[in-house]
């Protein structure tokens, strides 16, 4: 574990147990995945750059002042990667306010985290139940950035859900619209049309920057109604990357649709950089191959 600027055992990865962060909530974080592919068994970060410019704007969103530069807390990740010799994972960075009770404590210090996990892919497809709790209001915290408190929404809302049977929970906005899942985008396919729903009211994800990269969909209010006259939905983000919805409610929606093959291939293809898309270039940071891959070369395994 990566914590304030070194790798420490868990003798060393302690926190106070009257963090501000924990007890009102404010610590920011990332979910961020790293892929190797066998074409080339070299591991790549995913969109790095632009997770860690979202965590730090999270963390300036709650006036922490992070004593890490953006490159810092990059290479921070890269190593953390390297030192956890997984061929792929999912890396959990965060930001949090160390010891202080009272809301407005003032100068707490500011610790730094980054974890590599493994994450394996996801199920196939995944069913929804739409959720009685609605997404957070817009004006009721800054909804954009990533902080841990917005996912009491999230929990309670998948929670339920859960208890329905489904997945996970669809959650409607403030006006009644469709907004996102408990962790992840919606989109929507109707005839030709790929649509999803505006930036406004939601937590508008990196996977679903990178869907919107492809071109050919619309941003705009989706009714509940219109969500159920569709044909097909698929869901995006980090941890559950692409991933087509079977069911909301008791609407049966087509998983193999050809539009939603066509975005899983599009993001694959971005991830694995054999489709050259030229805002991609950024989009991943490259390692040497695990010490697996290394061995396969070899000749070793
Ligand atoms: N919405 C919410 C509420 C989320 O927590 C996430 C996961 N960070 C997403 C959408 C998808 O974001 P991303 O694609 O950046 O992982």
Excluded at 81 to 104: D, K, T, W
Excluded at 130 to 149: E, F, N, Q, Y
Excluded at 175 to 197: L, R
Aim: glycine share 6%.
């Amino acid at each position: 574990m990566w914590f304030d600027g070194k790798f420490v055992g868990d003798a060393e990865s302690h926190m106070s147990l009257l963090s501000h962060s924990l007890h009102y909530g404010g610590a920011v974080y990332e979910g961020i995945r790293f892929y190797e592919f066998p074409h080339n068994f070299w591991r790549s970060v995913f969109r790095l750059q632009d997770h860690i410019d979202r965590l730090l704007a999270s963390a300036q969103a709650m006036d922490m002042e992070v004593p890490y530069r953006a490159e810092e807390l990059c290479e921070a990740v890269l190593e953390s990667v390297r030192a956890s010799n997984l061929q792929a994972g999912y890396i959990r960075p965060a930001i949090f306010r160390g010891e202080g009770i009272g809301l407005m404590s003032p100068g707490i210090v500011v610790h730094a985290m980054i974890a590599v996990l493994e994450l394996p892919h996801g199920p196939k497809s995944i069913n929804l139940a739409t959720s009685k709790m609605i997404r957070l209001h817009p004006h009721s915290s800054d909804i954009k950035a990533k902080v841990a408190g917005h996912y009491v929404n999230s929990y309670l809302a998948a929670a339920a859900a859960k208890k329905l049977g489904a997945d996970d929970a669809l959650l409607l906005d403030y006006e009644g619209n469709v907004a996102e899942t408990s962790v992840a985008n919606v989109f929507f396919v109707k005839g030709e049309k790929i649509f999803t729903p505006k930036a406004d009211n939601i937590f508008p994800g990196i996977t679903r920057d990178t869907i919107l990269s492809f071109g050919n969909y619309e941003e705009r209010n989706v009714s509940l109604e219109e969500a159920k006259d569709a044909e097909a939905m698929f869901v995006t983000g980090t941890a559950c990357e692409v991933l087509p919805v079977a069911r909301l409610d008791d609407k049966v929606f087509d998983t193999e649709h050809r539009f939603v093959q066509r975005m899983r291939s599009y993001f694959w293809g971005v991830v694995d950089s054999s489709i050259p898309v030229s805002k991609a270039k950024s989009w991943l940071d490259t390692l040497e191959p695990s010490t697996w891959a290394s061995r396969l070369m070899k000749g070793e395994e």
